[in-house]
Structure formats: structure tokens, C-alpha cells
């Protein structure tokens, strides 16, 4: 995951793999993502997300883009007086 | 394991201020960190140097645990526990308030403070045990309950026929049969038959105490928690055909519960039409409905003119235990009664509420078969005070020390299993305690 993140942002992105578990497991208690375990001598957990995950997805990236977009329409406005 | 992977997540564990929550916060990173270095040796490199790239990228020990401490925390329910507390010693309040002047009637002082303290000690030491520990021990604790059960059948005090803390015992038989099923769990067709004749020795003791509250409240939640287990494939034998199998077993249990009723006709048809055996059945029935009849909105009722000057703690048996409902009524008026009991209403709804949606499917079962039973017993409880006796229901907290001490500690279960929602539902057997013995040269 944390190599994908990397990949897509052109290493803008760069995170410890230490810092994605407690963001899983905080996103599994609010509902967003849900897991299941496959046992063994070394257990493995896979996530998928969930239709609350998906809700707040998509309401986390419109939020994205309209502020994204206030950001770009500031910056090429031109020169402005104060 | 490599050492050095040990070190590092030991040093994680030490910010993560919940140990109970160790375990599992820590057992991802440990397989990342060994996949990891496999990766790495596949890449060419040494075994040292991919340990060192693993824990490099897998970044600050102290910095991971101080995040995954942030998120596992204990959901403390400390509003719950309050209400609860402020409800019992409101419950205590009225039984020493409507009942003095009755000095033979009247709870012990002593002993009913001792009761208070004692559930309250009970609420609190379930609320923090690891209530998975019972799943574990499942098997244990069924047996243990049967044995005590049968032991204060034989050698318990018995009052009217009946074994007094044999009847109390039976009250916490459907959280143990809660408890007998979550052991259950994964053990496929055997564990679907053992959970259905595991409920037979436990029927059989409420039946000898006698108690057929007891009884009902048993076939009644254990057989929405017999469904509800099936329905979550809980045995393993696939949800069709454990359900259908549960489904099977519940309507067989009908057909006892049917003869029950059957025996019990002369006293369904009192509770409906008291006036049919007013010096009977009926009598119970008839008192309450007559001091009933002159409650007031506030303040206390007239004693019904057909008793003449007889007090009314003279007129309704059972005035200071399992009919105190009633008592509230007519000595502080419908307000009271409807306070009383919508609190306990309230309460119980709400925890059942919060027992359904649970995350953890062994919590789900063991929060609401404590919860239900409470909330069925107020109900029966609520329905016997406006004058509809069947069979005698103790009201939670207030029908006397042992049903406070009982209630309390059902709850506790309940706040228990919400405080650790977040935990997964199997516990890891604790890691024994390793010691080093160190040599030291000089």
C-alpha cells in the first residue's frame, strides 16, 4: 500500500510503514474499512472498505477538489492589489 | 524471530498503555517486519543488513506505539456505570423510605449497605475483567454453575418449597448459556448438539428449584441467542444449515414451554380474571388492582374501602420485594411508578441497543444475554405490579439484596463488553514470563 501511495505520487509520498497500521486500525473502528485474518505462522490481515468507507471517500475528495481548485484559482488569478 | 525485531516491538508495547490491546496492535507489524526482510534477502541482501532496511522503513519504535496508542484505547462507559450507580442507591433510598415504621419487613440495614457495596464491587470487577477470559473458560464456568446450582438445591435454605438461592442462581443461567455457546464457537456439528442439550441440565435446575421465571427467561433468551449464534455461522457448519437446525431445536422447546402453560391454565385464567378466584389465584391480583384503584398522580392512595382499616402493607403480599412497584404507586403515586420504571425500561433498551450493534460476535451474545433477561425480567415485573399475576418476577434492583447484587452484576458484563469493543474476539493466551538468568564475570 505504503509503495503504491509512493509510486502514484511520484515519491511525493514517502511514508514509514509503521505509520499505516494505526491509521487502519483507527479507520476500522469508525466503520470505513473492514478486515479479515487468515491464521498461520504468519498472520495476515486483509482490508476492504466498506459502503461507509466508500460514503466518506467520496465526500473527503469532493471536499479535495473544491478546495484544491480554490487553491489553484487563487494562484492564477494574476497580481492583486493589498 | 530475530532479536533485534523483538527489541523493537517491545519498545512499541512500552507506549501502548493498554496491555490488553498489545497483542493484536503489535502482531501486524511483526509479520510486515519479517516479510519484509524476506523481501529484502530476495533483493541480495545480507540477512543483517535487510533486518536493519526492515526496521528503517517500518520507522521509530517509540513514535509507532505512541500512534497505536492513540487509537487503542479502553471505550470507557463511565456515564452508564454512573446512572447505574445513582439508580441502585435511589432503589436502596425507596426500600428503607416506603418500608420504615415496618420494622420486620423492612430491608436489614447492615446488610442491604453490604448488598449495595457488594454489587457495586461485582458491576466494577466484571466491568474491567477481559471478558473474553469466559470464552476461554466456557466450559469450566458451565459446569461450575451446574454444580452450584445443584449444591444449594440440596443444602440451601428452602422458603415455601422452594430453594431460595438456587431460584437466585437460576437468574444468571442465561448469561451462562451465553457464555456455554461463545465456547462453542467453530466446533461444527457437535457444538450445535452440545449446545442444545447443554441447555437441558440447566432447565432441569430451574425446574427443581422450582423457578418458572426462571425457566422462561432461560428458554426465552437462550433460544434468541441459539438463532442468533447459528445465524452468524458461529458453530461452522455453514448458516443454512445451522440455523435450520437451531430453528428445529427452538420449536421442540415449544412444545414443553406449551405444557407449562397448559399446567399453568388455572393461573393465566386468575391473571386475566382475578374476581374468578378472589381468595385463590386470584388473591394476589385482586389486592394490587384494588389499592391500584385509588392511586393518586402524586401522594399516597387510600386504602381500598373493602379492606376496611387493614394497612396496606397488611393487604398486598410481597409489598417490599417483588411487588414494590406497586407500593411506589400507592404510597408516592403514578409519578414515582412511571419514573421507576421507565428508568429501568430505559436502561435495559438502551444497553440492549448498544449489546446488538457490537462489534465482537462473542460480546454481542454475552452483553445481550445478560441485557435481555433484565430487560424481559422488568417487563414481566412492570405487567405483575398493574395487577397481572402469573408466576412472581423479581424487578431488577429493587426485589431485594440478592436481585441488586444479580442486576449489577449483569450489567457490569454488559459495560464490559462495550468498554473493549475494539479488541478482536479471540484473546491470545498471555505469553508465559520469560527470565533471564544473567552471569556476571568478575
Not at chain 1, 491509521?23 to 504468519?42: F, K, M, N, V, Y
Not at chain 2, 458491576?123 to 477470559?133: Q, S
Not at chain 2, 406449551?258 to 385482586?286: T, V
Not at chain 2, 436502561?347 to 452483553?367: D, E, K, M, P, S
Request: charge should be neutral; include cysteine.
Amino acid at each position: 500500500m505504503i509503495e503504491e501511495l509512493r509510486r502514484r505520487s511520484d515519491d511525493t509520498f514517502s511514508l514509514k510503514a509503521g505509520t499505516l497500521y494505526p491509521l487502519l486500525h483507527s479507520l476500522e473502528q469508525q466503520g470505513c474499512i473492514t478486515a479479515w485474518e487468515e491464521d498461520g505462522p504468519r498472520p495476515r490481515r486483509y482490508y476492504h472498505l466498506t459502503e461507509t468507507g466508500k460514503a466518506a471517500l467520496a465526500q473527503k475528495e469532493t471536499e479535495w477538489r473544491a478546495y484544491a481548485g480554490a487553491v489553484l484559482r487563487v494562484l492564477e488569478g494574476g497580481a492583486c492589489l493589498a | 524471530m530475530p532479536e533485534r525485531f523483538n527489541e523493537y516491538l517491545d519498545q512499541a508495547a512500552r507506549s501502548i498503555r493498554w496491555r490488553r490491546a498489545r497483542p493484536f496492535a503489535l502482531r501486524e507489524l511483526r509479520t510486515h517486519l519479517l516479510e519484509q526482510k524476506d523481501a529484502f534477502m530476495e533483493e541480495g541482501m545480507s540477512e543483517p543488513a535487510a533486518e536493519e532496511a526492515a526496521l528503517r522503513d517500518m520507522g521509530e519504535a517509540e513514535a509507532v506505539g505512541k500512534a497505536l496508542d492513540g487509537v487503542h484505547r479502553p471505550r470507557e462507559q463511565w456515564l452508564l456505570l454512573g446512572l447505574t450507580v445513582l439508580l441502585a442507591c435511589a432503589a436502596v433510598f425507596l426500600r428503607f423510605y416506603l418500608t420504615a415504621g415496618f420494622e420486620f419487613e423492612s430491608p436489614h440495614p447492615l446488610r442491604t449497605v453490604l448488598a449495595l457495596a457488594g454489587g457495586l464491587g461485582a458491576m466494577a470487577a466484571l466491568y474491567f475483567l477481559d471478558y473474553r477470559v469466559l470464552m476461554r473458560h466456557g466450559e469450566k464456568i458451565y459446569i461450575a454453575a451446574i454444580l452450584l446450582g445443584l449444591l444449594t438445591w440440596r443444602f440451601g435454605p428452602h422458603v415455601n418449597s422452594a430453594a431460595w438461592h438456587t431460584r437466585h442462581l437460576v437468574l444468571l443461567y442465561p448469561a451462562v448459556y451465553g457464555i456455554w455457546i461463545g465456547y462453542l464457537r467453530g466446533k461444527g456439528w457437535k457444538g450445535i448438539f452440545l449446545a442444545i442439550f447443554g441447555g437441558i441440565p440447566l432447565a432441569v435446575i430451574a425446574c427443581i428449584a422450582p423457578y418458572v421465571t426462571g425457566l422462561f427467561l432461560l428458554l426465552a433468551v437462550g433460544s434468541v441467542l441459539f438463532l442468533c449464534a447459528a445465524g452468524m455461522d458461529w458453530f461452522g457448519v455453514g448458516r443454512t444449515a445451522g440455523f435450520g437446525m437451531a430453528a428445529a431445536a427452538v420449536i421442540a422447546a415449544v412444545i414443553p414451554i406449551k405444557g407449562l402453560i397448559y399446567a399453568m391454565g388455572r393461573r393465566l385464567e386468575a391473571a386475566l380474571h382475578p374476581e374468578s378466584d378472589p381468595l385463590g389465584y386470584g388473591y394476589q391480583a385482586m389486592s394490587v388492582r384494588n389499592m391500584l384503584s385509588g392511586a393518586q398522580w402524586q401522594g399516597e392512595a387510600p386504602v381500598a374501602s373493602v379492606y376496611g382499616d387493614y394497612p396496606y402493607e397488611y393487604i398486598v403480599p410481597e409489598w417490599n420485594a417483588d411487588f414494590f412497584l406497586t407500593t411506589i404507586a400507592c404510597k408516592l403515586g403514578w409519578l414515582f411508578f412511571f419514573l421507576a420504571v421507565g428508568a429501568l425500561l430505559a436502561l435495559f433498551a438502551f444497553l440492549l441497543v448498544r449489546a446488538c450493534r457490537g462489534r465482537n460476535a462473542f460480546g454481542r451474545l454475552l452483553a445481550v444475554s445478560a441485557v435481555l433477561s433484565l430487560l424481559l425480567q422488568t417487563v414481566g415485573a412492570v405487567i405483575q405490579n398493574l395487577g397481572f399475576v402469573v408466576v412472581t418476577v423479581p424487578i431488577p434492583l429493587f426485589s431485594g439484596n440478592l436481585v441488586m447484587i444479580l442486576t449489577l452484576a449483569q450489567i457490569g458484563l454488559a459495560l464490559s463488553v462495550f468498554r473493549q469493543q475494539d479488541l478482536p474476539e479471540t484473546q491470545e493466551k498471555p505469553a508465559r514470563r520469560r527470565w533471564k538468568l544473567v552471569l556476571v564475570a568478575e
